[in-house]
């Protein structure tokens, strides 16, 4: 069998709040310039450590059993049961409240990992929510479509600049082409990104 995962040392690469630099890395498969998965993050070990667990469905529509997706069920249906009740007492509103939450922690939610090299030449797995990743991939999109040009190309040498502002669902990303950027830069074999998880 192929080598686990636990033997290859995945390096994730996350921005904070800042201006940064990077290099999109090329597709690590034909037409694939970044990979989409559906990762639960609020979930907890017996420990009470977080663990991020890969969603079973690879859609909300998809028939695929997930027994995280099916917790979450159960809890959003609970909250319904509550929430019909005729008296709301202030208890089931505590209820509900952190029922609420539960069931928010559980949600499956769309998660982007981009080939990269930062800006200190090491290569690395760019993981990013929805607002990260829409404003890149119209980026990567519109310099192909309108200059002919695929910025994740090694051979033209194009530099990425990102200015991330905000919080939690408020992030935002800007991004922008430092374009005639000379550094050659080299990276080791592509990682398959729909491997990862």
């Known amino acids: ?71 979450r069920n159960h809890i ?34 769309p998660t982007y990992l981009w080939n990269i090299l930062t800006e200190e030449g090491e290569q690395k797995v760019l993981q990013l929510s929805w607002n990260g990743h829409d404003s890149l991939h119209e980026l990567w999109k519109f310099w192909r479509k309108n200059n002919k040009i695929d910025i994740a190309n090694p051979y033209y040498n194009y530099l990425i600049y990102v200015n991330r502002t905000g919080q939690k669902a408020k992030t935002r990303y800007h991004y922008q082409v430092l374009d005639g950027f000379t550094k050659q830069v080299s990276f080791s074999a592509l990682t398959n990104l729909d491997d990862i998880y």
């Open 1 to 71: 069998s192929d080598s686990s995962l636990e033997d290859t040392k995945i390096k994730f690469h996350g921005f904070k709040n800042g201006e940064h630099r990077f290099r999109l890395l090329p597709a690590f498969a034909p037409d694939k310039i970044y990979a989409k998965i559906r990762l639960h993050w609020g979930y907890q070990d017996e420990d009470g450590k977080n663990k991020v667990i890969v969603c079973l469905k690879n859609s909300e529509q998809d028939q695929a059993e997930c027994p995280i997706c099916n917790v």
């Open 76 to 109: 959003v249906s609970q909250i319904d049961t509550l929430k019909s009740a005729y008296q709301m007492t202030l208890e089931i509103q505590e209820q509900i409240k952190q029922l609420e939450e539960q069931a928010g922690n559980y949600r499956a939610k």
